[in-house]
């Protein structure tokens, strides 16, 4: 009985920064942070702490990699299980925007070709203002952010287009190459045609048909296919031809 009761004597008076990270070391805990949302979490632990004593644990988390710096004020917190990745700060860059493109189908396995960028898309409409696109420099890493029409990236189910993920909009596999065929037919966009060594096994054929119809792709998906299946026949004929 005496044990249990200098454990909990010793959580108790445990210092602010040490209640603090073993706060942010739980499973819920929030993955990417902004420096309020830190300062409101290290207030739970101890009201009077002061600004500049919250900004010295953050000098000294960011040298013990325990939280990554992304932009000024916005981190990913390493602390958690498992610790927060690039991709989930996209949406705190470009609100709304979903990871997708050579991210998605490159982590899936689909694509032979494994990008450090993140890349995304960004929805837009004529009734808001157009999001800043381009490529977006960050101590972190590097993100690639292209537009697409909100209604066209919001076309079709969400379990068909979004993957199963929390904290962030991420595309599934067959989203993110539909995304990419909308995008290599858009005159206003420089993005050239998915590759044709895509491996087609890693993705769902009937949720691919039922998201190319919703987005109004199935002739660009369909004339893809047909190019890519003579090309998996005939590999080195194809590439002499194929203009991506």
Same mark, same amino acid.
């Given at each position: 009985?005496?044990?249990?009761?200098?454990?909990?004597?010793?959580?108790?008076?445990?210092?602010? /920064?040490?209640r603090l990270e073993l706060r942010l070391a739980e499973p819920e805990a929030a993955r990417v942070l902004n420096t309020a949302t830190l300062f409101r979490l290290a207030r739970h632990e101890q009201h009077a702490l002061s600004r500049a004593s919250l900004e010295r644990w953050i000098k000294d988390a960011l040298a013990a990699k325990r939280l990554i710096k992304v932009v000024r004020g916005l981190y990913l917190n390493r602390m958690t299980?498992?610790?927060? +990745?690039?991709? *989930?700060?996209?949406?705190? #860059?470009?609100?709304?925007?979903?990871?997708?493109?050579?991210?998605?189908?490159?982590?899936?396995?689909?694509? @032979? @070709?494994?990008?450090?960028?993140?890349?995304?898309?960004?929805?837009?409409? @004529?009734?808001?203002?157009?999001?800043?696109?381009?490529?977006?420099?960050?101590?972190?890493?590097?993100?690639?952010?292209?537009?697409?029409? *909100?209604?066209?990236?919001?076309?079709?189910?969400?379990? /068909?287009?979004?993957? /199963?993920?929390?904290?962030?909009?991420?595309?599934?596999? *067959?989203?993110?190459?539909?995304?990419?065929?909308?995008?290599?037919?858009? $005159?206003?966009?420089?993005?050239?045609?998915?590759?044709?060594?895509?491996?087609?096994? +890693?993705?769902?054929?009937?949720?691919?048909?039922? #998201?190319?119809?919703?987005? @109004?792709?199935?002739? +660009?998906?369909?004339?893809?296919?047909?190019?890519?299946?003579?090309?998996?026949?005939?590999?080195?004929?194809? *590439?002499?031809?194929?203009? $991506?």
């Amino acid at each position: 009985m005496g044990r249990t009761t200098v454990k909990q004597s010793s959580a108790v008076t445990a210092n602010w /920064d040490t209640r603090l990270e073993l706060r942010l070391a739980e499973p819920e805990a929030a993955r990417v942070l902004n420096t309020a949302t830190l300062f409101r979490l290290a207030r739970h632990e101890q009201h009077a702490l002061s600004r500049a004593s919250l900004e010295r644990w953050i000098k000294d988390a960011l040298a013990a990699k325990r939280l990554i710096k992304v932009v000024r004020g916005l981190y990913l917190n390493r602390m958690t299980a498992p610790p927060a +990745e690039l991709a *989930e700060a996209a949406t705190w #860059l470009r609100p709304g925007c979903v990871v997708s493109l050579q991210t998605v189908l490159g982590d899936s396995g689909a694509w @032979n @070709n494994f990008t450090q960028m993140v890349t995304c898309v960004v929805p837009f409409s @004529n009734s808001s203002s157009r999001p800043s696109l381009g490529i977006r420099r960050t101590q972190a890493g590097q993100f690639q952010f292209r537009g697409i029409p *909100e209604l066209v990236l919001n076309s079709g189910k969400d379990a /068909d287009r979004l993957a /199963d993920v929390t904290g962030y909009l991420r595309a599934t596999t *067959e989203a993110a190459l539909l995304h990419w065929l909308y995008l290599a037919a858009s $005159p206003h966009s420089s993005l050239a045609a998915p590759p044709l060594d895509i491996d087609m096994d +890693e993705l769902d054929a009937s949720r691919l048909k039922r #998201l190319a119809k919703a987005m @109004n792709l199935s002739d +660009e998906f369909g004339k893809w296919m047909t190019i890519k299946r003579v090309h998996d026949q005939s590999p080195s004929v194809v *590439e002499q031809t194929w203009i $991506p």
